[in-house]
């Protein structure tokens, strides 16, 4: 999909079209999935501007490991059984993740992507330690953090009751079990105090047609152990994810909801602080999206960005923005050539754009994509008989710049065949001749 910049130059004046400012930003496929294969997961970008990722597999099923250059270049870089989303840094710089079974005793493991991309599994949960770890997540302190359940049968496969810490040098420590009641159902986020947070949730079963109801809780936790519930929602359509914290200091987060009984609700967008303020910021309604799963993103510019798993035009999910005032904006819909049901977390990269990923469906395989703001010119100016035009571009971006004279040809004339952004912004000139006018356009490449 090319987006485009048109402008126009007269002997006398200039007049400049450009987009308009609520211009919707666009998706880039970066990378399809095979059908055959798992679809990719959570994203994270490492030091070396590449992205690594694992792409789920449920139970004993393989899920990959694996890397992708900001170009699309995909590379394999590991097979693990029961493998969970999401990969974290720790305090040692190189990247861990976890697995819900497999390692020595098949109840989960921590491992460790090391130099070259090898994978190597650094404590094996035995049921004493716990087991099945639901994921992992980087605290600002050099820990890693995340949720366990137990080899007991009084809790069955599929809960996490605790919450542990683990060190690089392969220390876990057990910093909170639940007893009875709802059990941990995000990984938790650490706050410059040192406290985490993260939610809880407990199904209710409610008579036909809603279905499975969940009373949802926000909790804090120190890591000596001290346990606090902040705020608790009862007959929600489904369980809250993991935590984010906002430029405000407070920490917003989803409710899901499950696509079997959609009379329940389609989830919702919260914020809460943390004394336990709570506040609904958004109901979603399907028109604007459904069961909204994966952790939310404070990018750069002080906004929250989002997706919802369904919902939208054709009920393949969407992505959005809400600000920290609760104003919500809709930045695409999923319409299956474009991808199917993102369920991973938004994140924003170096060169400023968003990248994710969507899990796709029967007829369609996973992608990886980014979402790139539109072009705008930034400056245009004539000096000696030469035209300068600079526009916002984003590293490895690439454009191609075209001219005609008249607005009623129907061909462009290539100024530019292909420019590759090294910066935020890219200035191209051109030495005007003796037309009476010029129209340009300017097109991000796929």
């Known amino acids: ?5 048109t402008w126009l130059i007269l002997p006398v004046w200039i007049l400049f079209l450009a987009p308009a400012s609520n211009a919707q930003p666009i998706l880039q496929c970066l990378y399809t999935a095979p059908q055959s294969g798992p679809s990719p997961g959570f994203l994270v970008q490492g030091r070396d501007g590449n992205f690594h990722g ?47 079974t497999g390692g020595s005793l098949n109840l989960g493991s921590i491992f460790k992507i090391g130099r070259f991309g090898l994978t190597t599994t650094v404590l094996n949960f035995d049921g004493t330690n716990g087991s ?29 009751i605790s919450v542990f810490q683990f060190t690089t040098n392969g220390t876990l420590t057990i910093l909170y079990t639940v007893t009875s009641g709802a059990d941990f159902s995000s990984v938790p986020v ?56 906002g430029p405000d200091g407070l920490l917003y987060g989803a409710i899901s909801a499950s696509p079997q009984y959609p009379n329940a609700g389609y989830g919702s967008l919260f914020r809460i602080s943390t004394d336990g303020a709570f506040t609904n910021l958004l109901t979603f309604n399907s028109s604007n999206g459904a069961d909204p799963e994966a952790r939310l ?54 060169d400023g754009n968003l990248y994710g990923t969507t899990q796709g469906a029967s007829l369609s395989s ?45 061909t462009w004339t290539p100024l530019v065949q292909r420019v590759t952004a090294t910066d935020l912004t890219i200035t191209i000139f051109d030495n ?6 010029r129209f340009y356009r300017v097109a991000l490449l796929p």
């Open 297 to 350: 993103l404070l990018a750069s510019d002080n906004n929250i960005y989002g997706s919802t798993l369904r919902g939208g035009a054709g009920n393949h999910g969407t992505l959005f923005r809400i600000t920290t005032n609760g104003d919500f904006s809709t930045l695409l819909q999923f319409g299956g050539a474009n991808g199917v049901g993102p369920v991973a977390p938004l994140i924003e990269a170096g």
């Open 54 to 100: 694992t792409s789920a597999g449920v139970g004993t099923t393989s899920g990959n490991v694996f890397q992708l250059t900001p170009a699309g270049a995909f590379t394999l870089v590991g097979v693990l059984n029961g493998l969970n989303n999401g990969l974290a840094y720790g305090g040692d710089g190189f990247l861990y993740g976890t697995t819900a």
């Open 432 to 437: 005007l001749p003796t037309d009476p006018q």
């Open 132 to 160: 099945r770890p639901l994921g992992i997540r980087a605290g600002m302190d050099g820990f890693l953090y995340g949720t366990v359940g137990t080899n007991s049968a009084a809790f069955p496969a599929g809960r996490h």
């Open 1 to 5: 999909m090319l987006n485009l910049v």
């Open 366 to 410: 996973g992608t990886i994509f980014r979402l790139v703001q539109p072009t705008a010119v930034s400056n245009f100016s004539v000096s000696n008989g030469v035209a300068a035009i600079t526009w916002n571009s984003f590293s490895n971006g690439i454009y191609r710049v075209e001219y005609k004279l008249n607005l009623l040809d129907s």
């Open 190 to 245: 650490q706050a410059p105090d040192g406290l985490l947070y993260g939610t809880m949730a407990v199904e209710t079963i409610a008579l036909p047609p809603l279905g499975s109801s969940y009373r949802v809780s926000i909790y804090r936790l120190s890591t000596s152990g001290d346990f606090q519930n902040l705020f608790s929602i009862s007959n929600a359509p489904g369980p809250a994810g993991d935590l984010t914290f």
